[in-house]
């Protein structure tokens, strides 16, 4: 084992920089504490809820869940759905898009986000209130 000698000034250095860390994490438990004693499950934007626990779901607005199956596919499968999960927020906008259930072609998982993304939403309500909801919806792809 190697011998490791530390100056005075190295050591009080050490000390300090310890000293430190152990402040920042607690002022990190103190913030947290606070926030979840505020009702803030999320640190941007407040609560997220599930379909569940909303009086009123969020509602598509005009957009068909079903896309024409790109050419190049068309060889592969006649169909292919994806499920992707996500939150529509309190503006009926669609936040966090993510890939659930695959079709099995990367192309057609990115072109499902993209879909997705493009949708738009009358928001979810509880107790008269607008707010996000995370929500899973089936992308299909259908041969024209």
Known sequence: MANLTFTRAEEAKVVIDLQLERLMLRALVVFLSAMSLMGC???FGGDVYTESEVNRAPQLR????SVNLPPKYVRHTSKADAVVSFVVDADGQVKSPKIVSS???????KQALDTVERWR????????????????????????
């Open 121 to 144: 939403f009358s928001p979810g309500r509880l107790k008269g209130e607008t707010v996000a909801v995370r929500i899973e919806r089936p992308v299909e792809f259908r041969r024209r």
């Open 41 to 43: 499950a999320s640190l």
């Open 103 to 109: 079709t099995g072609y990367q192309g057609l998982d």
């Open 62 to 65: 005009g957009q068909a869940r």
